[in-house]
């Protein structure tokens, strides 16, 4: 199916280069409400709220960001640093606003994953129920991310 012409837009401010070098939608070849559709979908299979879930990545870039650059442990087994960085970037979603651009890096010593938070990524996902496209270098994939902060059943929360 052929996106809306407003769709269209917006996929192309996520382009990479748009707004920034990478973009947002990577290698994915499908619609951004396909994405967002899909995302949406595996978090409700598991029960998982997409809010809940996004006001918890909120609390860790937070947590991390009082952190100053040193490694915070914000749950049992998971550890958030705040790599501070200059400039702002604007949501593709236009009138959100603009975020810093500081990163922060997510690790979960159980299973050895890595997560990249960025502001404008929490925000996507709070506002926008977006964790960007399969093959972005921000893409967070939902399920990972729920089980590491024990909102999945595998994940020893619920």
Known sequence: MKPAANEREL???????ALCQAGCLGSDVRGLGEIIEADSAALARQGVD???????????????EAGLGRPVQVAEGLTAVHREAMGRIACPWRGCGVFPKGQVE????????????????VHMILCHGFYQGRGSPYRLEPLELAEAL?????GGGQ
């Open 11 to 17: 996929m192309e401010r996520m382009a990479p280069g």
């Open 150 to 154: 024990g909102l999945t059943v595998t």
């Open 106 to 121: 997510l690790d979960d010593a159980r299973t050895g994953r890595r997560f990249l938070l960025t502001p404008l990524s």
């Open 50 to 64: 997409g809010g809940e879930l996004g006001r918890r990545l909120e609390g860790i870039l937070r947590a991390a």
